[in-house]
């Protein structure tokens, strides 16, 4: 068990202690090294899911605002491809112009982000008229991947003479994201393997009847999550600090399943003791959620005592396709890294 | 002349991100100093003001978001008397970036060893 001051108590409807006794207090009871401090880091990987897509570690050693940083790094400032320029050749679905863009912006695309380039401006001047270009630009190789989609919806002349539902009369009555191609420029074909696609190739784009039909090429660009949350390359990345349960007293019998039922799932198990009675004993403090329902049962209450280990955070990162879990973390570490660097040598260059 | 030039146009290049606030006063006391990070949030101000805040010779360290809608960060350093508070915010950033480098190594290592492990 973690020293007291080592931990979050927490009470019936409060969480006692929460504040950083090493930077609110500015008390440290040690001096401060960097080299101890990197030594004492450690990671414990917990699970990852067979694809790589989702990953669950721990990171100990650390205290909230390097774990934060971390995460908000991950959400937030780890570069992905997203469609971030369409040209419209046709659109007569239902589905309005800027509508149906939002919307092809948002599908996670399957490329490595650290073949490509950032684009160069942010963002791309209007002319007097009020048009940013009057013709689809080639595409450079270096910052952008095309994607197109070309769907037609027509009478499916095959369908059954009873048959009532849209995809049986009608073909391409539903657009997949499984109908973009992609349309390599310059040496892709050969430079990027594997071959950039959707991630998804069941998500619904947009509804069509016959006669309707949608026509546009999709320029990709690397961009930040800052800028828009279709540059995320997680679905979630959250931690939670370990939580601690322990017993002061035997809980035997009917208290015991009382008890056991007062936690999530699996984290109480009964055992049978030498003179054949149930006593809880704590199997797996980490699958807690910390609902703290064992304190409304005043008979419990005062027989445990609920803490959450204050450096030892449970990370979950769940990747929405470009790249693995664990590549993700790196990376972020690797944007801090860099950012942290650059920061040093731009200071460095105001200040004499 | 022309390395006159090139520094002043690194420093200019520099204070689109970097800016430090009230310059005439940090080189009359550089005891105090308050710097303006551009596209900067609480990524980065809060672990760099976690990591500052535990050197003996630091008074003061704290950081500010002016506006939500503004994308900076104001940060601000005071050190004891005698000690440069450019040089605590150098050192900072060395050593969050040390710190960033031991958790990627860390990382890196036991997601070897944990892929290892399943081969096997």
Not at chain 1, 31 to 59: A, H
Not at chain 1, 92 to 117: C, M, N, Y
Not at chain 2, 34 to 55: C, Q
């Amino acid at each position: 068990m973690p020293p007291v001051d080592n931990r979050i108590f927490m009470d019936h409807e409060r969480v006692l202690n929460t504040h950083d006794a090493n930077s609110d207090m500015a008390s440290s009871s040690e001096p401060w090294s960097v080299e101890k401090y990197c030594e004492r880091i450690r990671v414990e990987i917990v699970n990852e899911t067979s694809d790589g897509m989702e990953l669950e570690f721990d990171l100990i050693g650390v205290e909230a605002p390097i774990a934060n940083a971390l995460r908000r790094v991950l959400l937030a400032e780890v570069p992905t491809m997203a469609i971030e320029k369409i040209y419209m050749y046709q659109n007569t679905s239902l589905i309005q112009d800027e509508v149906l863009s939002h919307r092809l912006g948002l599908l996670p695309i399957r490329v490595d982000p650290r073949k490509f380039a950032f684009p160069l401006t942010k963002t791309i001047g209007i002319n007097e008229s009020g048009v940013d270009c009057d013709s689809e630009p080639p595409g450079d190789p270096k910052y952008n991947v095309i994607f197109e989609l070309k769907v037609k919806c027509t009478k499916n002349p095959t369908a059954p003479k009873d048959a009532t539902e849209p995809k049986d009369v009608f073909i391409n009555s539903s657009v997949y994201s499984s109908e973009f191609t992609w349309c390599p420029i310059g040496d892709q074909e050969t430079e990027l393997l594997p071959h950039p696609a959707m991630v998804h190739d069941d998500i619904l784009v947009a509804k069509l009847r016959p006669g309707q039909e949608i026509e546009a090429r999709c320029h990709c660009v690397k961009g930040l999550g800052r800028d828009h949350a279709k540059f995320s390359p997680v679905c979630t990345a959250t931690y939670r600090l370990l939580p601690i349960i322990k017993i002061k007293e035997e809980i035997k019998g009917e208290a015991a399943h009382l008890f056991q039922k007062s936690f999530s799932d699996g984290v109480i198990a009964i055992n049978v003791n030498s003179n054949g009675e149930e006593v809880a004993v704590v199997q797996d403090a980490r699958r807690d959620l910390c609902s703290r329902n064992v304190l409304i049962h005043e008979e419990l209450a005062s027989k445990v005592e609920l803490s959450r280990q204050r450096d030892h955070f449970m990370f979950s990162v769940e990747s929405s396709g470009a790249l693995r879990s664990s590549d993700l973390v790196v990376e972020a570490c690797k944007v801090l890294e860099e950012k942290t660097r650059d920061l040093r040598r731009l200071v460095s260059s105001v200040i004499r | 002349m022309a390395t006159g030039d090139t520094k002043k146009n690194a420093a200019e290049a520099a204070t689109s991100k970097v800016e430090v606030l009230d310059k005439a006063t940090y080189e009359d006391d550089p005891s105090c100093l308050t710097i303006v990070f551009h596209e900067e949030d609480h990524t980065i101000g809060n672990s760099l003001k976690h990591i500052i805040s535990r050197y003996p010779e630091v008074e003061f360290c704290g950081y500010n978001v002016p506006h939500p809608l503004e994308d900076k960060i104001l940060f601000r350093i005071q050190t004891k008397e005698g000690h440069n508070a450019g040089d605590c915010l150098k050192r900072g950033l060395k050593e969050l970036e040390q710190i960033f480098g031991a958790v990627r190594r860390t990382f890196e290592n036991r997601m070897g060893e944990f892929e290892g492990k399943i081969d096997v």
